[in-house]
């Protein structure tokens, strides 16, 4: 068996998610099947994340085993061809050794949560943002996020389906970027609670709104309690970014 590190993106929109599921398309799935056709063997593949229905990548970490004879480059090809027309491409592929795992091997993992304030219908970004029609307070929400900053228990930020054991977590990044009528909201820690940052992004853009105040997106991370979420944040707008490894 060789092991291959691949780079995925992906559209999120028309997959139940990352992970296979048996009443819809998922982005694991199609990766199978496509590498089941080119070399005839039953492959599973593992991620760094296992992103919502409707939530995309930019740089997805995965990995497969084959057994069959093929390079890292010819593999990546054949993919690509044999996963056309889902919106799923491999923008890389690398020989890794069998212990490297993209799930327990990644020590960091970036999202970012993209807005767009305005009025006017989505043309370009339909589906790959949140739109919110009222101008949002930018400033306000950047300050808002920094209370989230560091070691806490998310309770109130985690879906009441979330299977981890703890609600702790070290959240290393959370910053609010305006360019123009555009937000970005980037989040990184070591890993994420299911729901997480849609959940964060949900409150901190009641903050832009006005319709909270910077210190009730505090009380509520204080109340460790799901019931004090004041909004969840659509899938559309959230894309994983960065899955990073050890080096060497």
């Known amino acids: 068996m060789t092991r291959f590190a691949l780079t995925v993106e992906y559209d999120g929109g028309p997959f139940m998610g990352w992970q296979r599921q048996s009443h819809g398309p998922s982005v694991q799935a199609a990766i199978e099947a496509a590498a089941g056709a080119m070399t005839g063997e039953t492959v599973a593949v593992h991620a760094a994340g296992r992103t919502d229905a409707g939530v995309h990548a930019l740089a997805m ?4 085993d084959i057994a069959k004879p093929v390079d890292a480059f010819r593999l990546m090809e054949a993919l690509n061809a044999l996963l056309r027309p889902a919106p799923v491409a491999i923008l890389a592929c690398e020989l890794v050794p069998d212990d490297w795992h993209a799930r327990f091997s990644c020590t960091g993992r970036a999202y970012e949560y993209r807005i767009v304030s305005r009025r006017a219908p989505l ?13 949002l307070d930018a400033t306000a929400m950047h300050r808002a996020a920094h209370l989230l900053v560091g070691r806490h228990d998310f309770t109130t930020f985690r879906s009441a389906h979330c299977q981890a054991d703890s609600p702790v977590r070290t959240l290393d990044r959370l910053d609010v970027v305006r360019t123009g009528d555009r937000l970005a909201i980037h989040a990184e820690a070591r890993s994420f609670l299911h729901h997480q940052v849609r ?4 409150c901190l853009a009641l903050v832009g709104m006005g319709r909270w105040t910077i210190d009730q997106v505090g ?4 109340a460790r309690d799901r019931s004090r979420l004041g909004l969840n944040a659509p899938p559309d707008g959230l894309f994983f970014v960065a899955a990073n490894y050890p080096a060497g």
């Open 123 to 135: 043309t370009h970004e339909a589906g790959r943002a949140w739109q919110v029609p009222q101008p």
């Open 199 to 202: 959940s964060m992004v949900g």
């Open 61 to 64: 970490r995965a990995h497969l």
């Open 219 to 222: 009380e509520a991370l204080s």
